[in-house]
Every structure is written in C-alpha cells, then in structure tokens.
C-alpha cells in the first residue's frame, strides 16, 4: 500500500490500463508532447487482448484486414516508445487522491505518481473468468480445464471440449478444428451468440463430421486424476446424461467484472462503467477522463476503434490543463511528423 513517505514520481498524465486503448492513449498525449506513465495489474502490455485471446484475430483495426491480438500491442507498444513512457505493471491503483493541482495515485507495491491528468483505460476493470460450478474443479485448472487460449499448438492432437455459446467458443472452435484430434462443443441450447458468419462455418464443419455440436447439453462434472481429466459429464435440463471422453475443457462462459478500488473513487457510475463526456472523455471530476471499453454515454459502440478515438479527444481535452493559456495548433501527423524528430 502507498505510504505518504513514500517518493513521488510525476509526470504530465497517468494512464490506467496498458490495454490497447491505453497504449495509443500514450501516443496521441506523446504527441501534443505530454509525457505519461502507465499503470496495469498485470506483468505485461496488452490488457485483454494479451491475457485472454493472445493468438486471436481481430478483423476490425482500420489497415489490417488481419491482425493478431498480440502484433496488435506490439505494434502499439512500438508506436508509442518514441514518447517513453514510464510503465507500472504488476501493480494496482489503490489510491487516487487530489493534492492541490495533481491527482496522486497510490499504488499497490508503495510507489505513488502525481500528474495534472488521468486517463482511465482499464477495460473491464479487473477480470476474472465465470467458472463453471463443477465439484473439483479447482485440481484441473491451468493443467487440463482452461478459461483462455495461449498457443493454440498447446492442444494439437488432443480431445477437446468447448463449453459455451459466445464468439469465444465458436471463434475457438473453428480455429482449433484443424489441430486438434478432436473439437466438441457443448452449449445449452441449439443456438449460439457468436457472430452469424462464424456460427455458419461452424455449423458447416458440424455437418461435414470435422467437429461435434453437443447441444442441449450443460456441464455436468469432470472426471479424471492428477489434474488431467479423462470425461466430461454432461445433462439436459431433463436429466440426460452423456460423458465425453476428452482431454482438456476449454470453457467460455465470459468474464466476472470488478472496478476494484475505481469504485470508491467518487467518479458517476452506470453498471460498472464510467459515465463521460462523449466529446472530451471528461468524468465527473476534473482531470480525470476514461476511455475505452470502461467508458460509456448514449450511442457508445464498444469498438477497439471507437477507444482510439476517444484517446484523441482526451488528450487534447488534457492539454489546456498542463498548459494553461497556450494555444494548441492542430496539425496533422502527416505534416507535423513526431515531436522532436
């Protein structure tokens, strides 16, 4: 816990969340030439996008028609280390105080950060997967049940059971079809939350025998030994019982969000997000903005690309708080290039 005695770095914005929002949110403040340091929980860059679907493809970044989840934050870590950041991983914000002018921030290994601006970028908050309520479950995760895909090499050749019935489980499916001895998927009812195009190819490769729609069926029980599971237990809501002989449990069932310490912090709050000022990503409190998935107002289409854009307007929204009275003339970084370069 932060400790008064403690020293106090400071610079002109704190950044909460190294997620991908964040990382171009410390570019487009680099680029009004306002230095930032970045706070995330976790040990590296990437927010979501590295901790749940790493090796994912993401459709929608304007000039990529592909790219994956981890290019993506390499890509943004590059374009943003011309601005050298200062970064904090591993760490939480516990604290978040006005002294005079600055907000100070406390983090969770005593160190505190003292800037005129906050951005807060933190996705979800912290996050968690919705587990399954299976008994014994605890002895199999991490070694044969798991909530998120690493390396999709990690399950060549093996038997796997995917639960659910979003975009992760149908996305995972189609993308492990081809390595995987086996694919299964085991959702409660015969249609699926994922996007149509991919709910159709995967109800394509169901019908040409390459993997097994298992519906309606639920999670039962596991059984197993040493933390590898040998069957999957599963029922219908009438009592069916079916085991599938399996290797390892992928289960979908979406993420368990919580605001941790930002909810104490006194911002306004509608159902776990920040209500903002949709021109200037403005919260409640003076100086401190959110941006990203955290963010909301009327109309908000929650888009990696729509937190891009609110990054822009935050940071021009910032500039006039670190510099009082001088003007800011906008030009594009086609003409203006990089600050100092």
Same mark, same amino acid.
């Given at each position: ?12 914005? #704190? ?9 171009? &949110?410390?570019? +487009?403040?680099?680029?009004?030439? *306002? ?15 590295? %901790? *749940? ?30 601005? =050298? ?8 914000? +516990? ?5 005079? +002018?600055?907000?100070? *921030? ?30 014994? @479950?605890? %002895? ?16 060549? /050749? ?6 659910? /019935? ?20 085991? =959702? ?5 939350? &994922? &996007?149509? +195009?991919?709910?159709?190819?995967? !109800? ?22 040493? /933390? ?15 085991? *599938? ?23 306004? @709050? ?16 003076? /100086? ?10 009327? =109309? !908000?289409?929650? @888009? ?10 935050? #940071? =021009? ?9 001088? #003007? ?14």
């Amino acid at each position: 816990m932060a400790d008064a005695s403690s020293p106090v770095t400071r610079s002109d914005v #704190a950044i909460i969340g190294a997620g991908p929002v964040g990382l171009f &949110a410390v570019f +487009e403040c680099g680029m009004l030439k *306002l230095t930032c340091q970045v706070v995330d929980a976790l040990d590296a860059p990437g927010g979501q996008c590295v %901790a *749940l679907y790493p090796e994912k493809p993401i459709y929608d970044i304007p000039g990529y028609p592909r790219i994956g989840a981890t290019e993506l934050i390499d890509r943004l870590t590059e374009q943003a280390a011309p601005f =050298h950041p200062v970064y904090h991983l591993g760490r939480q914000v +516990e604290s978040l105080t006005r002294v005079g +002018e600055d907000w100070q *921030l406390g983090l969770s290994d005593g160190s505190r950060i003292a800037a005129r601006a906050v951005i807060i970028a933190a996705g979800v908050g912290a996050f968690g997967p919705n587990r399954p309520p299976l008994a014994g @479950l605890e %002895a199999y995760e991490g070694k044969s049940v798991h909530y998120l895909v690493k390396r999709r090499e990690d399950f060549r /050749g093996k038997r796997v059971v995917i639960a659910g /019935g979003g975009d992760s489980a149908v996305d995972w499916a189609l993308s492990l079809a081809d390595v995987a001895a086996r694919v299964m998927v085991v =959702h409660r009812r015969d249609k699926f939350r &994922a &996007a149509p +195009e991919s709910a159709r190819q995967m !109800k394509e490769l169901a019908d040409a025998g390459k993997i097994d729609i298992v519906v309606p069926y639920q999670l039962e029980a596991l059984e197993g030994a040493n /933390g590898q599971i040998s069957n999957v237990v599963l029922k219908t809501l009438d009592g069916q019982v079916k085991k *599938l002989a399996a290797d390892s449990l992928l289960a979908f069932f979406g993420l368990a969000m919580n605001l941790g310490p930002i909810a104490s912090w006194g911002l306004n @709050l509608d159902r776990n997000h920040i209500t903002i000022d949709q021109a200037t990503g403005a919260t409640s409190a003076p /100086g401190i903005f959110a941006v990203g998935d955290i963010a909301t107002y009327k =109309h !908000k289409l929650k @888009l990696i690309l729509t937190g891009f854009a609110e990054a822009a307007s935050a #940071a =021009h929204a910032i500039y006039p708080l670190v510099h009082p009275g001088e #003007a800011l003339h906008f030009e594009y970084s086609t003409t203006k290039g990089l600050p100092g370069s």
